[in-house]
């Protein structure tokens, strides 16, 4: 036979492009257009109604950048239309969508006149069914139209200034499409959906396979059979000559895929917060109506933060969600309040991610989701297994580690152990995307990747166009039902998250273990990118610890005298939690977005603030003497910890002088001396006499590098930016500080054109030196480092991530550990060799490396260094210009317990208060290997005390906690605050005896007695 496979491929497609395609809709008339454009932000659905709406001409431009548009879509259904067999009448709406990725352009949302909504209009879902409109053969409904514009711009990461509404403009971004009514052809639209079936799995089949040529012959019989000018009438001659070849069932080994419809939103990022409710109205509107249509159509829903927004701007929606909950087709998943990085957030708010996404779900919808969904976040820590554990669940699934650039995780389903030996199942889909088509090049790869074949035989696939492409279409639950049992492909099967991991666990048993943090070898500049957001997430987890700590002791101290302000506590926690999202702690959306998240966190800063000095005098009671409110886990100045207390401890004072051309600091504890440019070339403990600095590789070295990635600025750093840097070593001034209490030296120097200045202290009785370093930053694709070259042969170093610590090995021995030129860190990081360590803690960065080096004379140099601040020019050509400050102290000597009260001491600053009587803590803990992250009162408004600890050093430790204040018995609970069984503790009326494991992670209530009313 002659090969003329090309031939009919190449006629196929052009059939479907220029017959089978036109044909769908066989007529069309065009819409009466009257529009109304909103003058600023967007307005309610009724309020926009009563607008004056004015003529509006078809293929006109329209939309200023984040412009809104009304428009009044009238007409009427010729008597005709929609009475013959197969046919329907739709609207069809094309606000000017382009052939561009769906969710980053113009998105509409149709309204009836009542104010209710009828479904959104997006570039891949345009119609609405007349029936519908719920007005007869009368057209008359409104359309939102919001002119978003594409920040994206082809993914050229060029700048742009689209992203602050400041800069973006004025000129329409958009041109009126087709706005008509249109009769559909539903055979046609049938044999437009087995074609697209066909062909797609004809073209990912190998060309030697039988069942290739099969279909591509029955395609053929299909084109010759039908009638080019008169596809309507020949449509279903065409079916029936492809259902012999669609009627072919899957292999019996076929790969099986649990489609579960999605729509992944991100909650900020091109576009700002506020966009973004609107997103998640357009496409949960387009789901529950495609939900009326499709029974068994299954969407999975994660991030309660969104759905919250729902409940409040569109409750009429809500309700319709809240029925398809109930029925098992709209299933809330993962359980966090929303889709949060998990590299940066601390310990606790990751596990109040959990507490309110869960509780959320539990009140709205009676739903307790069982798996963490994280499809999108840019790596994930080794302390999640646990903190998921903890929360009631028992699944994860992830995506994002399929982005990669050096390495491959060798395995899509498998057991994941964290820092404590927790093992949670967990399913990476090899589809690689969380945004599918189920097109038959996304099922033929999501088989051919799967890493676990002969051991597994399922996996997942998220099926639906995000971040406001309108989710799930009635195209892709055509494909979904020609293709679960279609021999050639895997077999498809609609279903929700939990069926799929029920499934999975029933089919995969001895699973392989993945052990740690699964690091994404890619985004890590994410570690750094907008450094004032990060500030803002770090101060404000400090601050709710103390604003619950203290609110909690004076409403238990006081009586009742004190109300504990659960609910403000509550709205301020999940304003926190929101901007964990991840692509706003991230630093990688646009300007608005970082405003926004500013603003966010100065008035939680200052809410904040009010709540812990209004617990501060309700608790100490009003009076001239001095307490320190030691919030921190670990006693201070002679203050115990979570107490307040005068201190009782006054260590000798720190002196600085100018020796020669250095400068010498020294308390006693330890000696540190800078050379005549400011920089830090000796740093000595008097305990152990022994020298931190390495030879010829000083300490508080800034270095400011080249800092162009190949793409994704805000989101990569590069391996390459080492090869360009410029080291820091000339000083303008240095000179001796005389201001304050602590002994100090201040370097005054330039980081290319951006003034540097450093105030570099020394506390009296301080184990640690602190740099503050202060610039403004006015660069461009630069990245500023601070370093400090420690004489230390470390093998590993130690970050602290949530409720515990990672080790990273300092050597590049495998391709794994080259990867992890860039890591993240908490509030600190350690290195140390047998005997002897060094920590450096920070008040707000992220972002680390760690290397190592063999010198001349035989020693080994490890050298720290901390990314402060960079200026990437996409998607915010601004980012990061502009003043900030950052303390780093580095404590000589240290032991990881030493780095675990360092960067609480550094994130925690003494907050000093005027009261009448010092205040005992509510608890007590024997052993400061167990550390206190949070004190609280119970959820359940019972008054109860929630305490939460870990072991902190990575090693069993024991302890004994008690209550200072009078309880019935102590109780081992969750997350969600039920009870639970907790191994190693031993739980009594009082207190509890604890035999922890490394890095545990233990939730007591402490069941207040009720006192009689006096």
């Known amino acids: 036979m002659h090969d003329d496979r090309r031939i009919t491929e190449v006629r196929l497609e052009r059939f479907l492009r220029e017959r089978i395609n036109p044909a769908v809709y066989s007529r069309s008339l065009p819409l009466t257009l009257t529009s109304w454009e909103v003058p600023d932000e967007p307005v309610p659905a009724l309020e926009a109604m009563r607008q004056e709406f004015l003529p509006q001409e078809h293929n006109a431009a329209w939309g200023k950048p984040w412009g809104t548009t009304w428009l009044r879509v009238q007409g009427e259904v010729p008597e005709t239309w929609g009475t013959g067999p197969g046919t329907a009448v739709e609207?069809?709406?094309?606000?000017?969508?382009?052939?561009?990725?769906?969710?980053?352009?113009?998105?509409?949302?149709?309204?009836?006149?009542?104010?209710?909504?009828?479904?959104?209009?997006?570039?891949?879902?345009?119609?609405?069914?007349?029936?519908?409109?719920?007005?007869?053969?009368?057209?008359?409904?409104?359309?939102?139209?919001?002119?978003?514009?594409?920040?994206?711009?082809?993914?050229?990461?060029?700048?742009?200034?689209?992203?602050?509404?400041?800069?973006?403009?004025?000129?329409?971004?958009?041109?009126?499409?087709?706005?008509?009514?249109?009769?559909?052809?539903?055979?046609?639209?049938?044999?437009?959906?087995?074609?697209?079936?066909?062909?797609?799995?004809?073209?990912?089949?190998?060309?030697?396979?039988?069942?290739?040529?099969?279909?591509?012959?029955?395609?053929?019989?299909?084109?010759?059979?039908?009638?080019?000018?008169?596809i309507a009438g020949t449509a279903a001659a065409g079916r029936e000559v492809l259902?012999?070849?669609?009627?072919?069932?899957?292999?019996?080994?076929?790969?099986?895929?649990?489609?579960?419809?999605?729509?992944?939103?991100?909650?900020?990022?091109?576009w700002p917060v506020r966009e973004t409710i609107r997103k998640c109205a357009r496409t949960f509107s387009n789901v529950v109506a495609l939900m009326d249509e499709d029974p068994d159509f299954v969407f999975s829903c994660s991030s309660?933060?969104?759905?919250?927004?729902?409940?409040?701007?569109?409750?009429?929606?809500?309700?319709?969600?809240?029925?398809?909950?109930?029925?098992?087709?709209?299933?809330?998943?993962?359980?966090?309040?929303?889709?949060?990085?998990?590299?940066?957030?601390g310990g606790e708010a990751m596990a109040r991610q959990f507490l309110e996404g869960k509780s959320f779900f539990l009140a709205e919808f009676g739903v307790e989701c069982r798996e963490a969904w994280l499809p999108d976040s840019f790596g994930y820590s080794a302390a999640l297994p646990q903190i998921v554990k903890e929360a009631g669940s028992r699944w994860f699934l992830t995506q994002k580690i399929s982005w990669n650039q050096t390495n491959k995780m060798p395995?899509?389903?498998?057991?994941?152990?964290?820092?404590?030996?927790?093992?949670?199942?967990?399913?990476?889909?090899?589809?690689?995307?969380?945004?599918?088509?189920?097109?038959?090049?996304?099922?033929?790869?999501?088989?051919?990747?799967?890493?676990?074949?002969?051991?597994?035989?399922?996996?997942?696939v998220p099926f639906g166009y995000g971040d406001g492409g309108g989710g799930p279409t009635r195209e892709m639950l055509a494909a979904a039902a020609r293709t679960a049992d279609l021999e050639g492909s895997p077999k498809v099967r609609l279903g929700s998250a939990e069926s799929f991991f029920q499934q999975a666990e029933d089919d995969y048993q001895g699973l392989p273990v993945w052990v740690g943090e699964m690091y994404l070898e890619l985004h890590r500049g994410?570690?750094?990118?907008?450094?004032?957001?990060?500030?803002?997430?770090?101060?404000?987890?400090?601050?709710?610890?103390?604003?619950?700590?203290?609110?909690?002791?004076?409403?238990?101290?006081?009586h009742g005298g004190f109300e504990y302000p659960a609910a403000e506590l509550k709205r301020l926690w999940r304003l926190v939690l929101l901007q964990q999202f991840h692509d706003i702690l991230p630093g990688s959306s646009i300007a608005w977005v970082h405003q926004d998240a500013e603003r966010n966190y100065a008035a939680v800063a200052a809410g904040l603030e009010a709540v812990i000095a209004a617990a501060a005098a309700a608790m100490l009671g009003q009076g001239g003497r001095q307490f320190l409110l030691n919030a921190a886990p670990h006693a201070r100045d002679g203050v115990p910890a979570l107490g307040a207390a005068e201190r009782s401890i006054v260590p000798v004072p720190a002196t600085a002088q100018a020796q020669g051309g250095s400068y010498v600091l020294d308390n006693g504890v330890i000696r540190a001396e800078l050379d005549g440019a400011g920089l830090l070339v000796s740093l000595v403990d008097h305990a152990s006499g022994r020298e931190a600095i390495a030879p010829g590789q000083p300490g508080n070295l800034l270095e400011l590098h080249r800092d162009t990635p190949n793409e994704w600025d805000a989101w990569?750093?590069?391996?390459?930016?080492?090869?360009?840097?410029?080291?820091?070593?000339?000083?303008?001034?240095?000179?001796?500080?005389?201001?304050?209490?602590?002994?100090?030296?201040v370097v005054e120097r330039l980081a290319g054109t951006s003034p540097v200045t450093q105030h570099i202290t020394l506390a009296p009785g301080s184990p640690a030196l602190s740099i503050t370093t202060t610039v403004d930053w006015q660069e461009r694709e630069k990245l500023l480092k601070l370093g400090f070259g420690l004489d230390v042969r470390a093998d590993r170093s130690a970050a602290e991530t949530q409720f515990g610590h990672v080790f990273r090995p300092t050597h590049t021995n495998t391709s794994w550990e080259a990867a992890k030129f860039e890591v993240c860190a908490h509030r600190w990081i350690h290195v140390a060799e047998p005997g002897y360590g060094v920590a450096v803690s920070n008040s707000s960065t992220y972002g680390h490396d760690v290397t190592r080096n063999v010198r001349a004379d035989g020693g080994t140099t490890t050298t720290v260094r901390l990314s402060l601040v960079r200026a990437p020019k996409f998607p915010d050509p601004e980012a990061d210009r502009g003043r900030h400050e950052f303390t780093v102290t580095i404590r000589p000597g240290a032991a990881i317990a030493d780095a675990v009260q360092e960067g609480y001491r550094t994130n925690l600053v003494p907050r000093?208060?005027?009261?009448?009587?010092?205040?005992?803590?509510?608890?007590?803990?024997?052993?400061?290997?167990?550390?206190?992250?949070?004190?609280?009162?119970?959820?359940?408004?019972?008054?109860?005390?929630?305490?939460?600890?870990?072991?902190?050093?990575?090693?069993?430790?024991?302890?004994?906690?008690?209550a200072g204040f009078p309880c019935t018995t102590v109780q081992a609970v969750d997350l969600l605050e039920r009870p639970v069984e907790a191994p190693g503790v031993d739980a009594g009326s009082d207190g509890a005896g604890l035999r922890l494991r490394p890095f545990q992670l233990v939730t007591l209530r402490f069941v207040r007695q009720q006192l009689p009313a006096s």
Request: charged residues 20%; aromatic residues 8%; contains cysteine.
């Open 91 to 230: 609207v069809v709406v094309d606000l000017g969508f382009t052939t561009e990725v769906p969710g980053f352009q113009c998105e509409g949302i149709a309204w009836r006149a009542d104010g209710s909504i009828i479904k959104a209009i997006s570039p891949r879902n345009q119609y609405i069914p007349l029936k519908l409109l719920g007005s007869g053969m009368a057209v008359d409904f409104y359309v939102e139209a919001a002119a978003n514009p594409d920040v994206a711009q082809g993914w050229t990461f060029a700048a742009t200034p689209y992203g602050d509404k400041a800069t973006a403009g004025t000129a329409p971004q958009y041109r009126l499409g087709r706005i008509a009514i249109a009769e559909l052809q539903q055979e046609v639209w049938e044999l437009q959906q087995d074609i697209l079936t066909l062909a797609g799995l004809m073209a990912q089949l190998p060309l030697e396979l039988p069942r290739r040529h099969e279909i591509l012959r029955a395609l053929e019989r299909m084109l010759d059979l039908m009638d080019p000018d008169d």
């Open 243 to 270: 259902a012999r070849v669609l009627a072919r069932p899957a292999y019996g080994s076929a790969h099986q895929l649990v489609a579960t419809g999605h729509a992944h939103i991100d909650s900020a990022w091109l």
């Open 304 to 345: 309660a933060q969104q759905l919250s927004w729902i409940k409040e701007f569109y409750p009429e929606l809500f309700a319709r969600i809240r029925e398809k909950v109930r029925t098992g087709q709209f299933v809330p998943v993962g359980g966090m309040w929303v889709e949060s990085d998990t590299n940066m957030p």
């Open 411 to 460: 395995h899509h389903t498998f057991n994941w152990e964290g820092i404590d030996g927790t093992r949670l199942f967990t399913h990476f889909p090899p589809v690689d995307t969380y945004n599918s088509e189920l097109s038959g090049a996304d099922l033929a790869h999501a088989e051919r990747n799967y890493r676990d074949h002969g051991r597994g035989s399922v996996s997942l």
């Open 526 to 558: 994410t570690y750094t990118s907008q450094a004032n957001t990060k500030k803002g997430n770090r101060r404000s987890e400090h601050l709710l610890r103390e604003a619950e700590l203290w609110c909690a002791t004076a409403t238990v101290r006081t």
């Open 716 to 745: 990569d750093i590069d391996e390459f930016y080492r090869r360009n840097v410029t080291p820091l070593t000339a000083a303008a001034s240095v000179r001796v500080s005389t201001h304050g209490p602590d002994a100090g030296v």
């Open 912 to 962: 000093l208060v005027s009261g009448a009587a010092p205040v005992e803590p509510l608890v007590a803990v024997s052993n400061d290997a167990v550390v206190v992250e949070a004190v609280k009162l119970a959820e359940d408004g019972s008054g109860d005390v929630v305490v939460r600890l870990y072991e902190s050093l990575g090693r069993r430790s024991t302890a004994r906690i008690t």
